[in-house]
């Protein structure tokens, strides 16, 4: 446990899944956490559990992220985990314009809007975390969803770019690359493997899952949401506070 009381911290995406879970664990250290989600019902019930506030933002519209971080003020913990998975494209020819757009201005241009929103104050400050909530796609090719498997490749990279930018100012910037994580956004992806990817026809979307377990996890066992928001509250730390630029993995061993 880390003792965040007095730290104010954003999580992107919080209304379900991951961003739930780190906003609770964020909460229970003691952080004042603001749960920003695209659907705003979501949102308020993650905040009314971790003793939150919520908001309605699409943040990959850079007008609504200013105008969301105006509103919240101070920001000691930036957290983007908001996601989206691409449509199934193999090859990569069946995804449209429009797919890749949409892919890349929620899982890259948001975590260059969240980032330019907090940048005056942290550098100010000479403290401060931004953590991007990654992909391990992003790290070993998905031919099976080409936009998500790239914009996650772009996100490990804009991480460092951003790790390079802040260092001189005390402001770490670190990816965590999760793996198999039983989640909403898992049923809808084995929803889609189960109609249209080889060998998986016929399957449920929890089948799909632990198919995908069985064959690529050295220790057979899926990740969860706590592992996860342990990940981020560690580097949200001061224990971490020499760590920046790092791509990290937590996916039982895929990327070994």
Known sequence: MFDFSNRTAVVTG?????????AHGLAAQ?????????????????????????????VSINEQVQACFSQIGHVDFLINNAGVVS???????????????????????SIRHTAAAVSEQMRADGNGRIINISSITGVIAAPFMPPYSVSKA???GLTRVLARDFAPFGV?????CPGFVWSP??????????????????????????????ALVPMKRPQTPEEIAGTVSFLCSDSARNITGQILSVDGGITI
């Open 185 to 214: 956004l898992w049923e809808d992806l084995g929803e889609e493997m189960a109609e249209t990817s080889q060998g998986a026809q016929g399957n449920n979307a929890q089948e799909v899952f632990q198919g995908r377990i069985d």
């Open 30 to 58: 003691g952080a004042k956490v603001h749960v920003l989600d695209v659907d705003l019902i979501a949102a308020e019930e993650t905040a009314a559990t971790c003793g939150g506030i919520a908001a309605q933002c699409d």
């Open 87 to 109: 449509k199934p494209g193999q090859p990569f020819t069946n995804n449209t314009e429009e797919d890749w757009d949409r892919t890349f201005a929620i899982n890259v241009k």
């Open 14 to 22: 919080g209304g379900r899944g991951l961003g739930r879970s780190i």
């Open 172 to 176: 770490t910037v670190n990816a965590i």
């Open 154 to 156: 772009a996100a490990n």
